[in-house]
């Protein structure tokens, strides 16, 4: 057993990176996706790297399944059961405008309509006291309707469960009597041991909405995956950019929602502690999307909570952007002017290049038509693009617009751009964060074709196309760590803190991790646990999260003054001011298990001969020769311009700009204006 392998199943291709454990090499490849059965893509994949999967000895991958089935609403019919006279607390939501001056704003609508809504007497009081006890008959009519009515989850989310799960876990005792293994049955507590009511149900909601999906998909992995000889288990990604075997991902569907697009910011990571820096700009560009992610001090931009289509889910997540942006985005006329995206043209049909009956043009028949891809050695020889098709398609879409073929080849280039800078302002002009100070690492199938053009447009000096970039993704789930995240609702004022109390909390929380990490399967002596706290000043209503020494330090003297200015170093940090003689107030705890698996001891890439081509290609409106080199032939400083072609992207370095590879095989890109 001697491959460690791992697998991004995407919009467009899915993409496969296999590391040899005895001599260091690493391989990459992809296969087209197959929306009908993603085995089929996955199998096909796996094919072109590895010869026998029992060899492997270790798996992951990350899946949309979740993600997708949310975004076309496709997804589970759920009946929701609360406490009685809470029945409208999802259907009210928040009253709070995201964008106050839009006046077509309209509230996501409800994934449980309100006639899906039941409610069970019986109330814990906000101590987790109970004031009446609860109506068990209540629940098994809930769990009548649900069989009788075809219901494929209920989710459970009674008050005050987050102090006191018992009404709660009774609740889920009773569904699973009456109703087996067929409904997926979901406990607000275990999704999300946290207050704020709507929050918590909404998160109970979306996992049971996108389970059913995740779990059967993931059970039919892990089957045909047994059956070709597989021998250990099978691990997904999760949101927060950690590692699960596909038992608990199953359990815990929701922590699979953003599984996919989170290895790349975890190959970030990586990149960042291998080039020495502390602060990267992930950008991920597809054939679908665009997705946008932070490194800040050399570790993932993690959230608390976040906001996925309009519903807020309370879970550990990497703050992620993503538009629809990809080289598979459509070209189109609207009102007389060009627009780009965020239809797509996906793997079928496919842009009008990939000669699949697609006719209408995007990013990369633009692309192609400019000259910047090789067509005869697209993704490492496995596509021949058709570039007449390309050229009819933008030609036929240059007549509508009456512009030259060429010039609205490069508009379309140029929108999508502007498109991506404005993705990675929001990340970070936005919140305080300037950009200048970061390098770009980007990555994706389309990325590296125009990363440079993206990092202009925010002044960003440097970028860094990482080795197989189109893979990345794949490669960053490989330098991952499995992860367990715990909570505990803590609820003090700074004069009431007891500091013993909240260490023996914390070392509670301590122990359930490490015990979480070993039912992965995580040795202890490859296990470590961090512990925060959620602060706020009195008055206020959220929070922020502090990060502690560890689980004892509360108990130390002068904790109270320590914490509490760490936390105006972080108001300050976060807002721009704070109040450091005001008291504060101490809301949730939090601790986090990390089991680290060795770092994939890559061998140095070799260099091979083999003589460039030359090519007309358009920059600026003007044609340039330019040599089309292999990226393993690669010696020296490179001047643009230049066409860096590999086996999973394609790397454009546009006049005036200088390339270099670097010990780690990364290619080092200082952009000038």
């Not at 029992?54 to 798996?59: L, T, V």
Request: aromatic fraction near 6%.
């Amino acid at each position: 057993m001697t491959y460690r392998v791992a697998m991004d199943i995407g919009g467009t291709f899915t993409d496969v990176v296999c590391y040899d454990e005895r001599s260091g090499a690493v391989v990459a490849s992809k296969a087209p996706t197959t929306p009908g059965d993603l085995a089929e893509g996955v199998f096909a994949a796996l094919g072109r790297v590895v010869d026998d999967p029992a060899r492997i000895s270790f798996f992951v991958h990350g899946t949309t399944q979740g993600l997708n089935a949310l975004l076309e609403r496709k997804g589970a019919r759920v009946l929701l059961l609360t406490s009685a006279g809470a029945r409208d607390v999802y259907q009210i939501a928040r009253g709070n405008r995201d964008r106050m001056f839009d006046l077509r704003y309209r509230k996501p609508t409800p994934l449980v309509p309100r006639g899906d809504v039941m409610e069970a007497a019986g109330r814990l009081d906000w101590r987790g006291e109970e004031l009446h006890p609860l109506d068990e008959q209540a629940v098994r009519q809930a769990a009548h309707r649900a069989r009788a009515e075809g219901f494929d989850a209920v989710a459970v989310t009674l008050l005050f469960s987050y102090v006191n799960p018992a009404h709660e876990i009774r609740a889920g005792q009773i569904l699973a009597e009456e109703l087996g293994d067929d409904v997926l049955v979901v406990l607000s507590h275990e999704v999300a041991r946290e207050w704020r009511e709507y929050e918590r149900t909404s998160s109970a909601v979306l996992e049971a909405y996108t389970g059913p999906v995740v779990r059967a998909y993931l059970a039919r992995i892990e089957q045909r995956f047994a059956q070709r000889g597989l021998t250990v288990p099978v691990h997904v990604m999760q949101s927060s950019g950690g590692l699960v075997n596909a038992g608990y991902a199953m359990r815990r569907p929701l922590q699979t929602l953003l599984s996919g697009p989170v290895g790349g910011t975890m190959g970030g990571v990586a990149a960042a502690r291998l080039l020495g820096r502390d602060n990267a700009i992930c950008v991920d560009m597809g054939g679908t999307s665009f997705d946008v992610s932070l490194v800040v001090g050399g570790r993932p931009d993690v959230s608390a909570e976040a906001r996925i289509e309009g519903f807020p889910v309370l879970m550990p997540i990497v703050n992620l952007h993503t538009i629809g942006a990809g080289g598979g985005s459509i070209a189109y006329a609207e009102a007389g002017a060009l627009r780009v995206g965020p239809e797509s043209a996906g793997a079928v049909p496919g842009p009008a290049c990939y000669g699949r009956g697609g006719t209408r043009p995007t990013v990369t028949d633009a692309n192609v038509v400019l000259g910047r891809v090789d067509p005869a050695w697209f993704a490492g020889g496995l596509m021949r693009l058709d570039t007449d098709a390309a050229g009819e398609a933008v030609a036929t879409l240059a007549a509508e617009l009456h512009m030259d073929p060429l010039q609205l080849a490069e508009g379309i280039c140029d929108v999508a751009n502007a498109k991506m800078a404005q993705a990675i302002r929001t990340l970070t002009v936005e919140h305080g964060v300037e950009p200048r100070e970061f390098a770009l690492v980007a990555f994706g199938g389309a990325g590296a074709m125009h990363a440079v053009f993206i990092a202009r447009e925010l002044g960003i000096g440097e970028v860094v196309v990482p080795r197989f970039p189109g893979a990345f993704s794949a490669w960053g789930m490989l330098e991952a760590d499995v992860r367990r995240d715990l909570t505990h609702p803590y609820f003090r004022q700074q004069d009431d803190l007891d500091g013993r109390d909240m260490a023996a909390a914390l070392a509670e929380l301590h122990r359930q991790a490490e015990s979480a990490l070993t039912g992965q399967g995580v040795p202890r002596s490859r296990q470590r646990v961090e512990h925060a706290v959620d602060m706020r000043y009195e008055g206020q209503d959220y929070t922020l999260t502090i990060p502690l020494t560890g689980a004892d330090e509360p108990a130390g003297e002068g904790f109270l003054q320590t914490v509490a200015q760490r936390y105006a170093e972080a108001h300050t940090s976060r807002y721009g001011h704070a109040t450091p003689e005001a008291p504060v107030e101490f809301v949730m705890l939090r601790s986090t298990g990390f089991g680290t698996f060795p770092r994939t001891a890559t061998a140095a890439p070799t260099t091979e001969e083999h003589p460039p081509a030359v090519r007309d290609v358009i920059f600026d409106g003007q044609v340039h020769r330019t040599p089309v080199l292999r990226r393993n032939a690669i010696d020296g400083e490179l001047e643009g311009p230049a066409i860096i072609v590999e086996e999973t992207a394609t790397t454009v370095v546009p006049p005036g700009c200088l390339a270099a590879l670097d010990a780690n095989g990364f290619l080092i890109i200082k952009v000038t204006s």
